[in-house]
């Protein structure tokens, strides 16, 4: 197995990716994007952040400000997206997903409320998603 990257959110209120090594076949940080798991973004300022093919499970970015942020490729997972401001970001080819868990709406994406003007949007895929806008 190689390294596992994490997201550390609380390394100087800025996001980092953090390298946690395991035991065997260890590869350079450049090869895997960063992920985190139930960390909290929630009320965040993350404008204009290039968080390229980061995976995000279970993470709460409840009012966290995103505009004009870089998420190309980024993976949402069961994460709670509600109030976040989304404006100007470039989320092509981002996947709004679930987590498979005991209870079939926990794990879900909710985006209840954020604010999607200007994002780009081409190829996103979104599948069991909470608060989907209709015209999008």
Same mark, same amino acid.
């Given at each position: 197995?190689?390294? %596992? ?15 946690? !090594? ?6 350079? &940080? ?9 960390? @909290?973004? &929630?009320?965040?300022? %993350? !404008?204009? *952040? ?11 970015? *409840? ?6 942020? @870089? %998420? *190309?490729?980024? @993976? ?15 989320? @092509? ?21 954020? *604010?999607?003007?200007?994002?780009? %949007? !081409? ?14």
């Amino acid at each position: 197995m190689g390294q %596992l990257v994490v997201v550390d959110p609380l390394e100087n209120g800025n996001l980092k990716p953090v390298v946690r !090594r395991r035991a065997t076949a260890l590869r350079s &940080a450049g090869e895997h994007p960063a992920r985190a798991t139930r960390q @909290s973004f &929630a009320s965040r300022d %993350l !404008r204009h *952040r290039t968080l390229d093919g980061h995976s995000f499970t279970l993470c709460d970015f *409840r009012g966290a400000d995103l505009r004009g942020a @870089s %998420l *190309r490729g980024v @993976s949402f997972a069961g994460c709670d997206l509600r109030d976040a401001d989304l404006r100007d970001t470039d989320l @092509s080819y981002a996947r709004f997903s679930y987590v498979m868990t005991h209870d079939p709406e926990y794990g879900r994406t909710d985006v209840t409320g954020a *604010r999607w003007n200007g994002a780009n %949007l !081409r190829g996103v895929t979104a599948e069991r998603v909470i608060g989907w806008p209709n015209e999008l």
